[in-house]
């Protein structure tokens, strides 16, 4: 069972239906997460608000557990489900690239479009830029095609990397989450106490 449109449960025509609802969900989760805020955003680089954290950890960890669950009790075959070739090397580079603007501008390409929704004028310049760095990457695409699509390990998981058994790896995952939740809170505090007290 499951996916729905590959096994012909729903036909292909409701993919677009679908991704809108879907969409409209994620974007108002966003909104109520204050994820519109490059306040909140940015402030896990800097200690004192780790609501991405733990937004994104807990999504993690729901759709991890969710997924083995689903595959147990054999509502979902894991093997349908797209996994997204690994590019080791551009990918790095471009994890870096993005994480510097997510601390420049305050945004992700998401959240951003949350701002934007909201009438916030900083989500509008960072949409903007954006949109001009995709033309500009579309342009110069040519020059470095044959980077981007370098260091191919194909459809790869860190089980199939590690050979740990996908229910360690969410116990694991889960573990960590719980440490980042309890340790988060912690320097949350101390942070926002330092800027109480030297705050002028």
């Not at 699509?149 to 199939?160: A, E, F, M, Y």
């Amino acid at each position: 069972m499951c996916p729905l449109i590959p096994n012909g449960i729903i036909s292909s025509g409701w993919d677009f239906v679908i991704a809108i609802i879907l969409g409209m969900a994620f974007g108002f989760i966003l909104e109520a997460s204050g994820f519109s805020s490059a306040r909140n955003i940015v402030g896990v680089f800097y200690g004192y608000n780790f609501v991405v954290l733990r937004v994104f950890f807990t999504a993690l960890i729901v759709a991890m557990v969710g997924l083995l669950y689903f595959d147990y009790f054999g509502w979902l075959d894991l093997s349908k489900i797209f996994i997204l070739p690994t590019y080791l090397t551009p990918m790095i580079i471009g994890g870096v690239v993005m994480g510097v603007g997510f601390i420049m501008g305050g945004f992700c390409p998401g959240t951003s479009f949350t701002a934007v929704a909201i009438g916030k004028i900083d989500g509008i310049v960072f949409t903007i830029g954006l949109y001009f760095g995709i033309f500009i990457f579309s342009e110069a695409f040519p020059l470095f095609g044959d980077f981007y699509t370098s260091g191919d390990l194909g459809n790869v998981t860190i089980t199939d990397a590690t050979g740990i058994p996908a229910s360690w790896v969410a116990m694991g995952f889960t573990v960590v989450a719980l440490a980042a939740f309890w340790g988060t809170m912690f320097v949350e505090k101390r942070v926002r106490k330092n800027m109480t007290e030297y705050k002028f």
